[in-house]
């Protein structure tokens, strides 16, 4: 199993797609720089289902509902595109949030 940090993943995550608009690469940075900086240099494999859904918890109650769900959207897409580019990973550890329903209703402005 690689070492591949979280840190590592959403470098390459960005390299493979240049065409992303700088809007969405500086809101996925600023996910990765802001909420989730204490797991920047963990390995990504080793990020847990129960590490997702109470990071999820904290943000929400810290920083807001919105935020909290769009930090880990961001997070489901870069594990996405590691777990593709990379073989023997466990299963995309955000799914946690759909299976026990902590998703956050947002309201449309």
């Known amino acids: ?13 960005f390299k ?13 940075s600023r996910s990765a720089r802001l909420y989730l900086r204490a797991w920047r240099k963990k390995p990504i ?11 999820h918890q ?5 920083v807001g509902k919105t935020t909290a769900n769009n930090v880990m959207r961001h997070l489901r897409s870069v594990y996405n595109y590691a777990a593709a580019t990379h073989d023997e990973f466990p ?17 449309r402005r």
């Open 1 to 13: 199993m690689t070492k591949l940090t979280l840190a590592d993943a959403f470098d390459s995550f």
């Open 16 to 28: 493979a797609r240049p065409h992303l608009s700088p809007h969405t690469v500086e809101n996925y």
């Open 58 to 62: 904290e943000l929400s109650a810290q």
């Open 91 to 107: 299963p995309n550890p955000v799914q946690i949030l759909t299976q026990a329903q902590a998703w956050h209703r947002e309201q």
């Open 45 to 55: 494999h080793e990020i847990t289902r129960q590490m997702v859904l109470k990071r």
